[in-house]
């Protein structure tokens, strides 16, 4: 309509961002409804050891495929989910939810190693993170030993000094935490050594142009590099192809995650990686 009136082009981008925020209630709607219904689902991702070849963790990503919309990305409704206040109860079903996974595979005698959550910023930020944690894992029986916990790299540093206290806590009962997407968010590096985490997740847009790429293989080896020489374990996501995964083992990278090993599934279809065998 606006084309043909060409005195008023307003018209058009008004319409535009109608039809915008349209869609967004729409979809906000829709993710209420997800909630309530239950329609949304975990699939999870084995994470691979370089040295050995091993399973050592399986990451939980969260899944929405609505009536309407089709699937929607994580990407797109969780930050959704955080601007209208349904994080918290997405967050805490995630965590209930992977820990009962992993508890059912403990009890089946599975080798999992980690199950990993991703948790986002206000979840972390809220006083009470802490003890919904040992809560879940008291209530699910999981021992915290068998959970780490991924926080991007913002989300840490937005209130360091808050924040570093309660990963402390959870580090000291036993939880693993690792910085996700590093190097994509502000890293003052200097409170990458005040922070009480375990392992950097390598960002996978730089794991993309390994190993042609001069910047990304120059940027993949000093994160290794850095990572160890602060003694934390780093995980390289995003893995693709068999050159990338031989760079990176040759750069002495520690675990991988990706699509060359597995895309995330449903826990039926992820037989292959689901190995009984003795903990120790
Ligand atoms: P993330 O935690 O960095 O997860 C990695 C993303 O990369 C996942 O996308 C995964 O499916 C994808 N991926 C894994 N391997 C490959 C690969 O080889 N190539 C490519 N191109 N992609 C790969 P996904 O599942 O769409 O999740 C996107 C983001 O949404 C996650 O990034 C995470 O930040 C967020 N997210 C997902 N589930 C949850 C959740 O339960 N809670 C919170 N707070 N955030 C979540
Ligand atoms: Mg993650
Ligand atoms: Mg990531
Ligand atoms: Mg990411």
Redo the contacts with the bound molecule.
Sequence with gaps: RAKQDGRNNCAFYTESLNQESVAKLKLQSALHDAIELNALYLVY?PKISFVTGDVVGF????RWDDPAFGAV???VF?PLAEKIGL?QD??RW?LKRACEQGQRWREQGVNFGRIA????GQ?IQRSSFVDEVAETLKQTGLPASCLEL?V?ESYMMSEPELVSQDLAKLGLMGVELSI??FGTGYSSLSYLKKLPIHKLKID?SFIAGLPLDTHNTAIAKAIIAMGHALNLKVVA????TQAQADFLKDNLCDHA????YS??KLVEELTDFLHKAPRN
């Excluded at 996501?237 to 693709?240: F, I, K, L, R, S």
């Excluded at 995650?257 to 060359?260: C, D, L, R, S």
């Design positions: 991702q990451e939980a990503l969260l990305s994580p990407a969780i994080i997405i967050g995630v959550v991703n948790v986002a979840q991924e991007t996700d997407d996978q996501e995003g893995v693709e995650q990706g699509y060359f895309k995330p």
